[in-house]
């Protein structure tokens, strides 16, 4: 489904399994999933952690994608920190 054909037409290769994931708007950071979406004004994003596979309230970011990448990942750092038990702590 997801193979394609090599240039040289000898078989098909691997899929690029980062490149689909992108596509498709599935992203992991730490074993919790979120979603980046584009807002409704120039370089404004949307970013939505999605722990436990419940969609908790997401944050409005200006700036590049990237920013707001960075931003889900201190999200999820955030939600991990407030589940952890004090031992596991130092680990985040």
Do not use: C, D
Not at 26 to 43: F, K
Not at 79 to 91: D, G
């Amino acid at each position: 489904m997801f193979a394609a054909r090599s240039s040289s037409n000898r078989g098909l290769r691997p899929p690029n399994w980062a490149a689909i994931r992108r596509k498709l708007n599935l992203m992991e950071y730490r074993g919790i999933r979120y979603t980046i979406r584009t807002g409704i004004e120039r370089g404004q994003w949307f970013a939505v952690i999605h722990p436990e596979g419940v969609e908790v309230a997401g944050k409005v970011i200006t700036g590049t994608r990237e920013h707001a990448e960075l931003y889900a990942r201190r999200m999820i750092i955030s939600w991990l920190k407030s589940k952890a038990r004090p031992s596991q702590l130092k680990n985040l």
